[in-house]
């Protein structure tokens, strides 16, 4: 058996990650700061706020990352929300658009892992 091994098409390849979240803040930052962390930087961390009425907004004033907020006037739940932030992504021309729960803290290297395939 021959082992094919996909190289990375490009090395200046752009990644938007997309978070859509309502009232969880402190899940969301937890969440953020494991984007902090990663060894790979994304080029922008698009936030979709379905309407909270939390203390979200406080949360995503932060300066470690290339954030971009959208706050949906309505909650749209969370389809609508992944609507909105790929949409975003694609019109600004994003290579490569990493959909994320607010909920979870990535490993490091998720990111290196993720753009190396």
Known sequence: MVEVRAERA????TVAIVVVTFNRADLLGRML????ALETR???VIVVDNASTDHT???L???DLPLQVL????????????HLGVRTAFEQGYDRIWLMDDD??????????LMAQ
Do not use: H, K, M, Y
Not at 10 to 13: A, C, I, K, R, W
Not at 73 to 81: L, M, R, S, T
Not at 104 to 113: F, I, K, N
């Open 42 to 44: 994304p080029d922008t």
């Open 33 to 36: 700061d494991g984007l902090a």
């Open 10 to 13: 490009s090395t200046t390849e």
């Open 71 to 82: 706050t949906s006037p309505d909650n749209v739940g969370g389809a609508g929300g992944f």
């Open 104 to 113: 979870v803290v990535p490993a490091p290297d998720c990111l290196t892992v």
């Open 57 to 59: 907004q406080e949360v």
């Open 61 to 63: 004033r932060r300066d």
